[in-house]
């Protein structure tokens, strides 16, 4: 079936450090792709999102990078914070009919140690 | 300031009790959804509606219901027929189809339900 998933479960990072979450998806008619960031005990926040007609997207310390031929999709954060430990999602629409609909991705727990 | 609430932050629920888990939003969006998230594992989606007074199953909708009587209000029902319905619920908006680029969700602080 359709999916997206994440190919590190957990990433492990020293403060400072640049960290690089990935993510693997499975359904080429995906056109819109979103990573959220989710604290513990909380709904996911919107980080950055980007769209299949372009390969890269910058935010503010992250970057978003899309591959729609291995159907690859990554998330970089720059200088990494304690405060960016959290469970990392990323997120697909396809667009039609699923117009709104996203699928999510298993996660990435990112720890950063000061 | 407009934003999403779920209520209440934790439930707990007796075996064979049918209990409703609140979300509402005053960002004017047309999309709604309840998601549910077990520990280690990603977000399933149980419902969702594009407009009000309908609303259509996700992938994981057995043992609930929803209504949409209201834009602002999606209420998600964990009847007894739900054999496993501790988890962390999510409720998120939308706006819906719409062609901008941040069109993503935005999401509530959860409910936790836990069968006591």
């Known amino acids: 079936g359709e999916s997206v998933g994440l190919h590190l479960p957990t990433l492990s990072v020293q403060e400072g450090d640049n960290s690089i979450i990935n993510c693997a998806y499975s359904?080429?008619?995906?056109?819109?792709f979103i990573w959220y960031k989710q604290e513990s005990g909380k709904g996911p926040q919107f980080i950055i999102d980007?769209?299949?007609?372009?390969d890269k997207r910058q935010g503010q310390r992250v970057t978003v990078l899309l591959n729609k031929t291995v159907k690859h999709l990554s998330l970089q954060i720059a200088a990494t914070q304690p405060g960016d430990s959290a469970v990392y999602f990323c997120?697909?629409?396809?667009?039609?009919?699923?117009?709104?609909?996203?699928?999510f991705g298993q996660g990435t727990i990112l720890t950063v140690h000061p | 300031d407009g934003g999403i609430t779920q209520s209440p932050k934790y439930l707990f629920r007796k075996e064979g009790q049918n209990v409703t888990l609140s979300c509402e939003q005053n960002?004017?969006?047309?999309?709604m959804y309840w998601y549910r998230q077990d520990p280690g594992q990603g977000l399933r989606l149980i419902y969702y509606?594009?407009?009000?007074?309908?609303?259509q199953k996700g992938d994981i909708a057995e043992g609930y219901s929803v209504s949409r009587e209201k834009k602002e209000s999606f209420p998600l029902t964990v009847t007894s027929a739900q054999k496993n319905p501790t988890a962390f619920y999510l409720c998120?908006?939308?706006?819906?189809?719409?062609?901008?680029?941040?069109?993503?969700?935005?999401f509530g602080s959860g409910t936790r339900l836990t069968v006591v």
């Open positions: 509606s594009q407009i009000v007074n309908d609303f």
């Open positions: 998120a908006s939308s706006i819906g189809r719409a062609l901008r680029t941040d069109y993503g969700y935005t």
């Open positions: 960002l004017n969006h047309d999309a």
């Open positions: 997120a697909e629409n396809a667009g039609g009919t699923s117009y709104g609909k996203l699928t």
């Open positions: 980007i769209r299949s007609n372009m």
């Open positions: 359904n080429s008619a995906s056109d819109y």
